[in-house]
């Protein structure tokens, strides 16, 4: 399974991408970890150059709220329906309900949104979603 | 007219700043009184120097921090330079240090010493007559640097490693090389005018489980770096790492293979001095457990006898501590070191002679790189993970080596990745830790030790 991950917009950290990108790659994933300070088109990009299963964006203080909406165009523009978009992260500022986030980016076009969800947590998830898939 | 000073009249040629008179520059810092020269302090040996970090926008809250600090008898002023200003954006922070002045709200994080400019900050540093540190995170120095010369500001802190690897993401390192060479040199040009102007390395890095090996190469390159230009003082230095048993054994190491590879390179004429930071990490957000951990680390800097210390307040975890809080930290720090006496000297024979093997090992690697340069061979041990920061978010780090902590706290190297230390080394690594059966269960470990003082 390939995986395209980094963190979106002017967020710096890195901690988290690269304890993401090692949890992954335990995994058994082929990583290809654009790290922090990326851009939804270097997303996208990467996404088409590596012909990835899923993209993985992660985000913390609501960095991601600005960056993300045209997703769901660019997935159309690129005709990307089979690859699985997540989100994880602190992905509100200040404090914020699930039941507010979530349907809120999978209206931006994410497949998976995982809230303040334990890194673990969301992977064992995301694996779930991907065995139901197939 | 040298290609150096031409540069130099290029990069002090700013629509920010005032004219710069380089012939009165180099008067004032003829004559300039010894007690501002930090390297004048250290040659005398006889304390522990304190220092700690601080910046206000307006010069007039600046001058208010620096009196606050001397009432708690500090010893090294530090001047921390806001982010606009490390960025080069010198429009910004002119705007900015408008709207502080006019509204007596701070609206920078830092002071922005190109903006105020040598003239006016000189008055400050000759009033205080005490020597003021510069601590800043810049890329592209020059200007900066010049700024602060002119200024009375006679400690130069940061490097084209140690600035960038955990700063940034995508700024050119060999273009950081040069920049820091310029530095390196107008330093040492001032360096024959009266005491030598001290360059200081920044140890910590990533303060997140870097192992103390790579910490130490990464601080000798900077050193030899700086050397090479005709530096004369420098400081290496390093934070605590998490075992008191290996800051005491990197700080065994670390003095003596730096004294090492300066008298191997022909510069034993060089002060070499240690710094040692405080916990770099993330803070507790209770305030009395943040002033334990910092006299804590006030007895491990006397234990690894460094010459001086930098120090944390009990505001960390919340942001930029106020002046009374910083300078209480001072007090209480010099407090605890006047009290602290008799220290037993310590040696762990085995931990001092792996950690000198490892080292010892990457530096062969760099010093035998195909490039002509040092600072050409440092760049191409960078891109090919000979030297490799743990958590560095700039994409020439190659990120493969992986750490965690033994029983003990002491940071071990779990997958080496390209660092070429023998196997032996890392076989002493990993047989001091007992690694939980699932890798989810280890990186849930690595969570937790990076967070160990919370």
């Known amino acids: 399974m390939k995986v395209v991950t980094g963190v979106v917009g002017n967020d710096i950290h890195v901690v988290a991408n690269r304890l993401i990108d090692i949890s992954l790659q335990a995994r058994g994933c082929e990583v290809f970890n654009l790290g922090v300070n990326t851009s939804l088109e270097e997303f996208i990009d990467a996404v088409v150059e590596t012909d990835a299963d899923i993209l993985l964006i992660s985000s913390l203080n609501g960095e991601a709220e600005g960056w993300c909406r045209d997703l769901q165009f660019l997935r159309a523009e690129y005709q990307l329906r089979d690859v699985v978009f997540v989100i994880g992260g602190n992905l509100a500022v200040g404090e914020a309900k699930d039941s507010d986030i979530v349907p809120k980016y999978k209206s931006y076009g994410f497949d998976l949104v995982f809230h303040q969800v334990d890194l673990n947590t969301g992977l064992d998830a995301l694996e779930q979603y991907m065995k139901d898939r197939s | ?454």
């Not at chain 2, 509204?103 to 190109?114: A, H, I, R, S």
């Open chain 2, 1 to 454: 007219m040298s290609l150096l000073q031409r540069e130099r009249d290029v990069i002090v040629n700013n629509e920010y700043v005032d004219k710069f008179d380089f012939e009165e520059i180099e008067s004032f810092i003829k004559n300039a009184p010894k007690e501002l020269f930090i390297s004048h302090h250290f040659k005398k040996r006889d304390r522990l120097l304190v220092q700690p970090r601080g910046g206000f926008p307006t010069y007039k809250k600046m001058f208010a921090l620096y009196e606050e600090f001397m009432k708690a008898d500090i010893d090294v002023l530090p001047l921390t330079v806001d982010s606009n200003t490390r960025l080069n954006d010198y429009a910004m922070s002119k705007k900015m240090l408008a709207l502080s002045e006019e509204n007596e709200m701070d609206m920078l994080n830092g002071y922005p010493l190109v903006t105020h400019g040598y003239r006016t900050t000189r008055k400050m540093i000759t009033h205080f007559n005490k020597p003021v540190s510069l601590r800043h995170g810049t890329p592209d120095a020059r200007l900066l640097v010049e700024t602060a010369l002119g200024s009375g500001i006679f400690e130069i802190e940061g490097g084209p490693i140690t600035y960038m690897l955990p700063y940034s993401k995508n700024f050119p390192l060999d273009k950081a090389f040069l920049y820091w060479k310029y530095v390196d040199k107008v330093c040492a040009k001032y360096s024959q005018l009266n005491e030598p102007i001290n360059r200081e390395s920044f140890g910590p890095l990533t303060a997140t489980l870097v192992p103390p090996c790579v910490v130490i190469v990464i601080q000798i390159v900077e050193m030899l770096l700086s050397l090479e230009e005709g530096v004369k003082s420098f400081s290496v230095s390093f934070s605590q790492n998490g075992s008191m048993m290996q800051d005491i054994v990197t700080s065994n190491v670390i003095k003596k293979l730096s004294r090492f590879y300066a008298d191997k390179l022909g510069y034993s004429d060089t002060v070499i001095n240690l710094v040692y930071h405080q916990w770099m990490g993330a803070f507790p957000r209770n305030k009395e457990l943040s002033d334990s951990l910092i006299n804590t680390n006030t007895v491990i800097a006397a234990m690894v006898r460094a010459d001086k210390i930098i120090i944390k307040t009990r505001d960390e975890a919340f942001g930029i501590p106020t002046m009374q809080c910083n300078a209480q930290s001072v007090a209480n720090t010099k407090y605890t070191l006047r009290t602290l006496k008799g220290l037993p000297v310590v040696h762990d024979e085995e931990e001092e002679a792996n950690l000198e093997a490892e080292v010892i090992s990457i530096m062969d690697a760099v010093l035998s790189d195909h490039a002509d340069t040092l600072w050409r061979k440092v760049f191409n041990s960078i891109r090919s993970g000979i030297i490799d920061v743990p958590f560095s978010p700039h994409i020439i780090n190659k990120n493969e080596v992986i750490t965690i902590r033994d029983d003990n706290g002491n940071i071990r190297i779990i997958d080496k990745g390209k660092l070429p230390i023998s196997d032996k080394c890392f076989a002493y690594e990993k047989s001091k830790v007992n690694l939980p059966p699932t890798q989810t269960e280890v990186i849930n470990k690595i969570i937790h030790d990076i967070g160990a003082m919370l």
